[in-house]
């Protein structure tokens, strides 16, 4: 029965991509709209009206990250995801060697669209990047919403897992040569090997389309971003701290950190979850999102 069922599967009149098994489009066929920034198109999307919510996506992926989150917050909010320059749909002229490219980038797409402020998000390296915002404006922000990710500069041995994610690019001169060893990472195994194998294909799908200059970039700003610490021990605004139970990049240890360290903080775990909670538990972080936003 085991055989038979996949050899229906493979066959033409059978087969469904990552992204129809997850009813999402494909990463490639989202809509939205490309402002040109620096010699660099930067995608960005937007669904729903109200109070706005801006999300930046994590590495190496794209804003197609919250895809499963977005239905459950765009009934009340204007939801905003951007695609960093070289992620996604978004282009890049030359490699990225500091975050405050990319924050830069996210604060012209928010002019662009007439937004004065927002609940800002960040995933992984989003947050180092709301950090940067934080800094360059922080009138911005409404809240902040900190998602599996670290306050904190990379210790040394991030720093390697960095490098050697550069050396792998630079030696094999393909994105995918890292999807092996990100996806372990990103979603538990139970949901990679057994109840949702779809999640782990839609989002090897994701970083396939990601440039190879974005994934350099990406790498060289996560192996030497700035402290931000102090930054986020000044962020007087409500700040949300969600974090996978299972996250082994930055653990909950990390959020619990940056939780007591806002003076505005509050945690959310999410059990079942790894680094990419937002994705894996759509459901669940989309309540402590819904939750955090319609909070006075």
Not at 185 to 192: A, F, S
Request: glycine share 10%; proline share 6%.
């Amino acid at each position: 029965m085991i055989f038979s069922a996949a050899i229906a599967c493979a066959s033409p009149g059978w087969a469904q991509t990552a992204a129809e098994r997850l009813s999402l489009p494909a990463p490639e066929a989202r809509e939205g709209t490309t402002t040109t920034i620096d010699g660099a198109e930067i995608f960005h999307s937007e669904s729903g009206s109200g109070d706005t919510v801006v999300l930046l996506h994590g590495y190496p992926l794209s804003g197609a990250l919250f895809g499963r989150v977005r239905d459950m917050l765009d009934d009340d909010h204007r939801v905003v995801t951007i695609d960093h320059r070289g992620y996604g749909k978004s282009t890049t002229p030359k490699v990225v060697t500091d975050v405050a490219t990319y924050a830069s980038d996210a604060l012209a797409v928010l002019d662009e669209l007439g937004i004065d402020s927002a609940v800002i998000g960040g995933m992984s390296m989003g947050g180092p990047i709301l950090f940067e915002m934080y800094r360059q404006n922080p009138d911005v922000f409404d809240k902040a919403i900190l998602i599996d990710t670290n306050a904190g500069p990379a210790s040394a041995i991030e720093t390697g897992i960095w490098n050697g994610t550069i050396t792998a690019l630079e030696d094999s001169g393909e994105v995918s040569a890292i999807i092996p060893f990100l996806l372990p990472n990103m979603l538990t195994g139970e949901t990679r090997l057994v109840t949702a194998p779809a999640q782990a294909d839609y989002l090897a799908e994701v970083i396939k389309q990601s440039s190879l200059d974005g994934a350099l970039g990406g790498a060289k700003v996560l192996a030497n971003r700035p402290d931000s610490t102090d930054t986020l021990k000044n962020m007087d605004i409500p700040v949300l701290v969600i974090v996978g139970r299972e996250d082994t990049l930055y653990p909950v240890a990390i959020s619990q950190q940056m939780a007591d360290a806002a003076p505005r903080g509050e945690l959310v775990i999410i059990p079942g979850a790894a680094h990419a909670a937002v994705f894996e538990k759509p459901d669940e972080v989309g309540q402590a999102i819904g939750a955090f936003l319609s909070a006075e």
